[in-house]
């Protein structure tokens, strides 16, 4: 890891490893030294800290992986696996950038970027990258062909899970997860997360052998150790796997089920807030507008009751909501004053694309083929990518017909064949 630092260092100094040792030892030398072959010289350490513009234990302690160390990282890691909004941003913001041991310091930036992406700020997340991260993945991105502590790889580990699930590939997050698993102590809050996460992705792979296991054992395991401020969490869980089921009255009930048994949850806000996103979710794709719009309302008045700085950052949310009801009720006026109030918000890239989505079913409702494929277009690989075959079958239907329309048969054809693999795979 000494490797890894000192260039880091030397980028940062914009200096090369030949200027920083010229005079101190040899290129071989320092090669071995690298390769830990050969201890570090104190007073080599010295020097190339002086000339690195940092402390001498910066260099001397980089491959420090005591028993300190260790439990050092370790605490970093277990108190930021906790859900975002349960970590004071200033308690986050407080956790020192540097530290002598790589260990402790990569942990770090991992877990902050990790809890920055999940509390949706992308100017910080993206700053820990710029700033820092992205040398350190692409030297130790690959931890299934790599040695690192155990905390910092469960660090890294968490990491790629969170970023893939933020992407929807869910496949890759199965595969980190087989990784992640082994490394936690089984029956923990981390490992009842890690559950939690495999039952996510079995349900949007398709996996519902396997989601339904996940549910059962994760179950057992909440009664049998009377954790019951999980049991909110899991029902939300549960519901998602009963609407992807096709059982739509028995998801309602679960997510029933998880608003009774709010009193055991510690952040009650949160998870309601999950609760009445699946619930509006549901009865909208269901067709039962008016109880849609009696939860959306509902869960408003329940907003009104938070902060102004909250109340802010779920806007461009409920304002999603309501143009998904205008776009099933095709109420197309209503449609255009909800997405002139979007375009205003600050949205994350989903609400992004939604916004994107809306704007071309207007244009097609309204016969403008050529807005209506620029748009869709520009939504199109976002769902692919999270294959949200809801929105595919809309969009592929959509560009079909206009190309039939326009006589672009060989794109018709496509897009027929791809609508057939989405109908077919639901």
Not at 292 to 297: D, G, M, N, R, V
Not at 346 to 373: I, K, N, P, R, W
Request: charged share 20%.
């Amino acid at each position: 890891m000494l490797k890894e630092r000192i260039q880091y260092l030397c980028d940062k100094k914009q200096v090369t490893r030949k200027e920083l040792t010229d005079g101190l030892v040899t290129q071989a030398h320092f090669s071995n030294i690298l390769a830990g072959r050969y201890a570090l010289p104190d007073d080599l350490a010295e020097e190339m800290a002086q000339r690195l513009g940092v402390e001498t234990d910066y260099i001397a302690q980089t491959d420090n992986t005591d028993a300190s160390t260790l439990q050092e990282a370790e605490r970093i890691f277990e108190i930021l696996t906790a859900q975002a909004s349960a970590i004071p941003e200033q308690q986050v913001n407080d956790l020192p950038d540097r530290h002598p041991a790589l260990t402790v310091e990569l942990t770090t930036a991992l877990m902050k970027a990790t809890y920055y992406q999940q509390l949706n700020d992308p100017d910080a997340y993206q700053y820990v990258h710029q700033s820092y991260l992205n040398f350190y993945l692409e030297h130790f991105g690959r931890p299934d062909q790599i040695q690192l502590p155990v905390p910092l790889l469960k660090a890294l580990l968490f990491y790629k899970i969170q970023r893939f699930r933020s992407l929807g590939q869910y496949y890759d997050v199965l595969y980190q997860l087989e990784l992640w698993l082994p490394l936690l102590d089984q029956g923990n809050e981390i490992w009842l997360t890690a559950q939690q996460i495999s039952m996510e992705a079995y349900v949007h792979t398709r996996q519902f052998e396997q989601a339904k296991t996940a549910f059962t054992k994760m179950t057992a395991h909440i009664y049998e150790q009377r954790m019951f401020h999980r049991l909110s969490g899991l029902y939300v869980l549960y519901s998602g796997y009963c609407f992807s089921m096709e059982w739509t009255q028995e998801a309602l009930t679960a997510l029933a089920m998880a608003e009774a048994h709010l009193v055991h949850t510690q952040h009650q806000s949160d998870t309601l807030s999950a609760i009445m996103n699946n619930r509006i979710i549901m009865l909208t794709r269901s067709g039962e507008m008016e109880q849609a719009e009696q939860e959306l309302t509902r869960f408003q008045a329940i907003l009104q009751m938070q902060s102004e700085e909250a109340q802010k950052g779920w806007e461009p949310i409920v304002l999603v909501y309501r143009c998904e009801i205008a776009l099933t009720r095709k109420d197309w006026g209503t449609l255009v004053s909800l997405l002139d109030r979007l375009r205003n918000c600050t949205l994350a890239t989903d609400q992004q694309m939604a916004l994107c989505f809306y704007e071309s079913q207007l244009s097609l409702s309204s016969g403008q083929h050529e807005s209506f494929v620029e748009r869709a277009l520009q939504c199109l690989p976002y769902f692919e990518g999270i294959r949200q075959q809801d929105r595919l079958s809309v969009l592929y239907e959509g560009l079909a017909t206009v190309a039939e329309e326009q006589r672009r048969y060989k794109d018709a054809a496509l897009y027929y064949r791809k609508l057939v693999y989405v109908l077919r795979h639901a």
